[in-house]
Protein backbone atom coordinates (compact mmCIF):
# COMPACT_ATOMS: atom_id res chain seq x y z
CA UNK A 1 0.00 0.00 0.00
CA UNK A 2 1.28 3.26 -0.87
CA UNK A 3 1.86 5.93 1.69
CA UNK A 4 -0.74 8.20 0.10
CA UNK A 5 -3.37 5.86 0.15
CA UNK A 6 -3.03 4.61 4.19
CA UNK A 7 -2.88 8.59 4.48
CA UNK A 8 -6.50 8.79 2.63
CA UNK A 9 -7.76 5.78 4.51
CA UNK A 10 -7.03 6.74 7.64
CA UNK A 11 -8.23 10.48 7.09
CA UNK A 12 -11.36 9.08 5.21
CA UNK A 13 -12.20 7.00 8.30
CA UNK A 14 -10.85 9.33 11.36
CA UNK A 15 -14.91 10.80 11.40
CA UNK A 16 -16.15 7.85 11.99
CA UNK A 17 -14.20 6.62 14.71
CA UNK A 18 -14.26 10.29 16.46
CA UNK A 19 -17.83 9.48 16.36
CA UNK A 20 -17.61 6.23 17.45
CA UNK A 21 -15.71 6.84 20.12
CA UNK A 22 -17.92 9.53 21.32
CA UNK A 23 -15.16 12.48 20.80
CA UNK A 24 -17.84 14.08 18.45
CA UNK A 25 -21.18 14.51 20.72
CA UNK A 26 -24.49 12.52 19.40
CA UNK A 27 -26.53 14.32 21.79
CA UNK A 28 -27.70 16.12 18.85
CA UNK A 29 -27.73 12.91 15.95
CA UNK A 30 -29.73 11.38 19.13
CA UNK A 31 -32.38 14.24 19.12
CA UNK A 32 -33.00 14.51 15.33
CA UNK A 33 -33.21 10.85 14.92
CA UNK A 34 -36.47 11.15 17.57
CA UNK A 35 -37.67 14.32 15.92
CA UNK A 36 -37.85 12.45 12.33
CA UNK A 37 -39.83 10.06 13.88
CA UNK A 38 -37.53 7.19 15.93
CA UNK A 39 -39.31 5.85 18.42
CA UNK A 40 -37.94 7.07 21.96
CA UNK A 41 -37.17 3.33 23.08
CA UNK A 42 -35.62 2.75 20.40
CA UNK A 43 -33.03 5.63 20.03
CA UNK A 44 -30.25 4.72 21.96
CA UNK A 45 -30.23 1.21 20.27
CA UNK A 46 -29.95 3.10 16.85
CA UNK A 47 -27.09 5.52 18.43
CA UNK A 48 -25.11 2.28 19.84
CA UNK A 49 -25.69 0.35 16.31
CA UNK A 50 -24.52 3.17 14.47
CA UNK A 51 -21.32 3.87 16.90
CA UNK A 52 -20.36 -0.22 16.85
CA UNK A 53 -20.89 0.40 12.69
CA UNK A 54 -18.35 3.29 12.32
CA UNK A 55 -15.48 1.68 15.11
CA UNK A 56 -15.81 -1.71 13.24
CA UNK A 57 -15.83 -0.46 9.48
CA UNK A 58 -13.80 2.55 10.30
CA UNK A 59 -10.95 0.21 11.69
CA UNK A 60 -11.36 -1.93 8.68
CA UNK A 61 -11.14 0.60 6.27
CA UNK A 62 -8.07 2.04 7.93
CA UNK A 63 -5.84 -1.33 8.10
CA UNK A 64 -7.39 -2.68 5.01
CA UNK A 65 -9.48 -5.47 6.10
CA UNK A 66 -12.51 -6.42 4.21
CA UNK A 67 -12.03 -2.50 3.01
CA UNK A 68 -14.15 -2.46 0.20
CA UNK A 69 -17.21 -3.94 2.59
CA UNK A 70 -16.24 -1.31 5.12
CA UNK A 71 -16.54 1.68 2.97
CA UNK A 72 -19.59 0.35 1.04
CA UNK A 73 -21.38 0.25 4.99
CA UNK A 74 -20.01 3.15 6.05
CA UNK A 75 -21.34 4.57 2.76
CA UNK A 76 -25.40 3.45 3.16
CA UNK A 77 -25.03 4.48 7.10
CA UNK A 78 -24.19 7.58 5.80
CA UNK A 79 -27.34 8.27 3.39
CA UNK A 80 -29.76 8.28 6.04
CA UNK A 81 -27.48 9.97 8.65
CA UNK A 82 -26.77 12.57 6.30
CA UNK A 83 -30.30 13.10 5.83
CA UNK A 84 -31.98 13.15 8.77
CA UNK A 85 -28.97 15.36 10.56
CA UNK A 86 -28.19 17.67 7.63
CA UNK A 87 -32.10 18.42 5.81
CA UNK A 88 -30.55 21.86 4.72
CA UNK A 89 -33.59 22.14 2.94
CA UNK A 90 -36.12 22.11 6.12
CA UNK A 91 -33.61 25.56 7.20
CA UNK A 92 -33.81 29.84 6.64
CA UNK A 93 -31.50 32.24 6.37
CA UNK A 94 -27.65 31.80 8.30
CA UNK A 95 -28.49 28.03 9.50
CA UNK A 96 -29.22 26.75 5.91
CA UNK A 97 -25.85 27.91 5.23
CA UNK A 98 -24.32 25.71 8.00
CA UNK A 99 -26.86 22.70 7.31
CA UNK A 100 -26.06 22.51 3.76
CA UNK A 101 -21.71 22.81 4.38
CA UNK A 102 -22.92 19.63 6.10
CA UNK A 103 -24.31 18.27 3.81
CA UNK A 104 -22.22 18.56 0.93
CA UNK A 105 -19.22 17.76 3.26
CA UNK A 106 -21.09 14.25 3.75
CA UNK A 107 -21.72 13.87 0.28
CA UNK A 108 -18.07 14.14 -0.42
CA UNK A 109 -17.23 11.70 2.02
CA UNK A 110 -19.84 9.84 0.38
CA UNK A 111 -18.14 9.98 -2.61
CA UNK A 112 -14.75 8.90 -1.35
CA UNK A 113 -16.31 5.81 0.37
CA UNK A 114 -17.33 5.56 -2.56
CA UNK A 115 -14.03 5.38 -4.37
CA UNK A 116 -12.81 3.08 -2.55
CA UNK A 117 -15.67 0.66 -2.50
CA UNK A 118 -15.74 0.51 -6.77
CA UNK A 119 -12.10 1.52 -7.11
CA UNK A 120 -9.63 -1.19 -5.50
CA UNK A 121 -8.28 -4.39 -7.78
CA UNK A 122 -8.84 -7.93 -6.72
CA UNK A 123 -7.25 -8.27 -2.88
CA UNK A 124 -7.36 -6.34 -0.08
CA UNK A 125 -4.59 -4.24 0.83
CA UNK A 126 -3.54 -6.19 3.74
CA UNK A 127 -3.15 -9.43 1.31
CA UNK A 128 -0.88 -7.37 -1.08
CA UNK A 129 0.89 -6.11 1.73
CA UNK A 130 1.41 -9.97 2.93
CA UNK A 131 2.41 -10.87 -1.06
CA UNK A 132 4.88 -8.04 -0.90
CA UNK A 133 6.71 -8.85 2.31
CA UNK A 134 6.69 -12.68 1.42
CA UNK A 135 8.18 -12.04 -1.93
CA UNK A 136 11.41 -11.50 -0.77
CA UNK A 137 11.50 -7.42 -0.75
CA UNK A 138 13.12 -6.14 2.40
CA UNK A 139 10.83 -5.50 4.97
CA UNK A 140 8.55 -2.03 5.22
CA UNK A 141 6.04 -1.69 7.25
CA UNK A 142 4.01 0.12 4.38
CA UNK A 143 4.95 -1.15 0.67
CA UNK A 144 6.40 1.85 -1.65
Request: net charge positive; aromatic share 8%.
Amino acid sequence: MRYGEWIGRVTLALIFLCNAVGVVDQTRAANELAAHGAPAALVPTLMMAGRALQLVAGIALVIGWHERLAALLLALFLIPATLAAHDFWAYHGPELQGQLANFLKNVAMFGGLIFVTFRLGPGSVMRAARNHSTSGAPGRSLPV
